[in-house]
């Protein structure tokens, strides 16, 4: 057999940092770790090709090299895997198609010309496909409700593309979360009980990628990194670390985990003679009626300003997840989350409205409600949403770019840095500090050209800058790269401004109101 993988287009979102990646010469932020863990799956004597749209052209001649196409995909590249998937028809080529898009919407997307959807865990469901397929009676659908022992799970083939198109490398050390917020996937793509690879299984992964030559950012991207403490404090960071000491540290890694994070002195320690620098955490709200609403007990009860200092105290740059569109929300809300997020020094703060995932218990309650909209696109930043809110939808949207305004601004950007620089207390056994070879060096150019020339804000460019080299020389580095970062998030919020509410939505809500969908 010959085997095309691809990964469908992702369209420029907050998180595709498209505009920042172009400053360093990257082409996508990263790997996708589901077609080299699929690859890995299948037998080795079959020849496999690995095409990420992300970063290189898919060809007719790729496509006409192959017997078998296996594309997997996220809800947010619908679009481009629907045209995939039509490409390879009229070329006369049979589809496998698998990942969340598949198994968390399939049925109302309507892929019927898809010859093999493969559901659930690949773990289990491709294995009985490549037995089907070997005895000629390969069925249209796989599926189970078991989850998988990832211990079994192989070595991703990394070496299928090519590590210097990407900013950041992944890998996956567990699945499932112990929590069991109402408008996450996650519970129902993988459970709430926490599945973790062994450390061998995570130091041989690391091992394929340093053999390869591959030297800079890995994301552990793992939606709790910590959903087993025990685990990671007595068998798999210990291990990290002695790995990462006698390779001079040639990894920093970033990855997600729950603001409880910030309780654990221990584990944060661990975690940051480890390498890592940088975390997501899911803020989603400061209202605790919101909070209750969808069930994000791990952020009730606390001072989250606290909790996210505490981490950066320890050496940790939090990435931040915030929502707006709980029907517990009050018009207060938009004024809230901004000041929140400049208060806490969340540089990088991902606000989306809120939206429910196909299947989430969130999407099952609004159904019963007579709420919901199409599946939606997938993209919670792109100022629209797929269910019908309680706060008026002009309200709402407004809200939302008022936000996006106030906390995306220049002004208020830079200041947010230096905030978190403020607050920024990295580990001294881990060197923080970044190369400056001729890729930087060049980056370095552009970022003065672009930021602190061409762009209108360069006043607070080179305030920054200036700041920087007085008070942090070591982060001046971090600091341009923030820059750098936001320079795209700028760019994304000025599409968003320009979103507008379609009538027909707002009928329907007003019916809502009245009762009368009921």
């Not at 865990?121 to 069925?139: H, P, Q, R, V």
């Not at 599945?195 to 390869?212: F, G, H, P, S, W």
């Not at 050496?315 to 809300?333: A, E, K, L, Y």
């Not at 970044?434 to 150019?445: D, M, P, R, S, V």
Request: net charge positive; aromatic share 10%.
């Amino acid at each position: 057999m010959k085997i095309l993988l691809v990964y469908p287009q992702c369209p420029d979102t907050f998180w595709s940092f498209k505009h920042a990646l172009k400053f360093i010469r990257k082409k996508a932020l990263n790997t996708p770790l589901g077609i080299l863990t699929i690859a890995a799956m299948l037998p080795t004597d079959w020849e496999k090709k690995a095409v990420d749209m992300n970063t290189t052209r898919l060809s007719d001649k790729d496509i006409e090299w192959a017997d078998y196409v296996f594309v997997s995909a996220m809800i947010i590249q619908q679009r481009s895997t629907r045209e995939v998937i039509d490409r390879c028809k009229k070329l006369d080529r049979r589809v496998v198609a698998g990942g969340p898009l598949f198994t968390m919407a399939y049925k109302d997307l309507g892929f019927e010309n898809i010859d093999h959807i493969i559901l659930n865990e690949a773990e289990i469901t491709l294995s009985l496909f490549l037995e089907d397929l070997k005895k000629g009676c390969a069925k249209h659908i796989y599926q189970t409700d078991q989850k998988a022992d990832v211990t079994e799970t192989p070595i991703p083939l990394f070496s299928l593309l090519d590590l210097g198109k990407y900013s950041t490398v992944t890998v996956q050390y567990s699945r499932g979360c112990p929590f069991d917020c109402e408008f996450c996937g996650i519970t129902v793509l993988d459970g709430h009980k926490p599945r973790t690879k062994t450390k061998d299984q995570v130091l041989a992964e690391l091992e394929a990628i340093y053999d390869l030559g591959y030297r800079g950012r890995v994301f552990i991207v793992d939606d709790n990194f910590i959903g087993n403490r025990r685990k990671l404090k007595e068998d798999v960071l210990p291990a990290i670390i002695q790995w990462m000491k006698e390779r001079e540290y040639p990894f920093s890694f970033l990855t997600e985990a729950s603001i409880n994070l910030a309780d654990d002195e221990e584990l944060m320690q661990l975690m940051s003679d480890a390498g890592f620098n940088n975390v997501f955490v899911g803020i989603e709200t400061p209202n605790e009626e919101s909070l209750n609403e969808c069930k994000k007990f791990a952020n009730k009860n606390r001072d989250l300003v606290a909790s996210v200092r505490k981490l950066q105290n320890h050496g940790f740059q939090v990435m931040g997840g915030f929502i707006v569109g709980f029907d517990s929300d009050p018009i207060s809300i938009f004024q809230s989350q901004i000041n929140f997020i400049q208060q806490s020094g969340i540089v990088t703060a991902m606000v989306g409205m809120l939206n429910a995932p196909p299947e989430t218990k969130l999407w099952h309650r609004l159904k019963k409600e007579n709420r919901l909209l199409a599946t939606g696109t997938g993209d919670n930043t792109d100022g629209t949403t797929n269910f019908i809110p309680r706060m008026d939808i002009n309200v709402l949207v407004n809200g939302y770019k008022r936000i996006l305004h106030g906390i995306y601004s220049p002004k208020q950007y830079y200041e947010r840095i230096h905030t978190f620089l403020k607050e920024f207390r990295p580990n001294k056994r881990v060197a923080y500090h970044a190369k400056l070879g001729t890729a930087e060096l060049k980056a370095l150019i552009k970022a003065t050209f672009m930021l602190g020339i061409r762009d209108k804000a360069a006043w607070y460019y080179w305030k920054l800058i200036f700041s920087s080299l007085r008070k942090y020389p070591r982060f001046v580095g971090l600091a341009i790269s923030m820059a750098i970062q936001g320079f795209h998030l700028r760019k994304i919020c000025e599409r968003v401004r320009g979103i507008q509410v379609d009538d027909a939505l707002l009928v329907r809500q007003q019916k809502l109101l009245n009762g009368e969908l009921i």
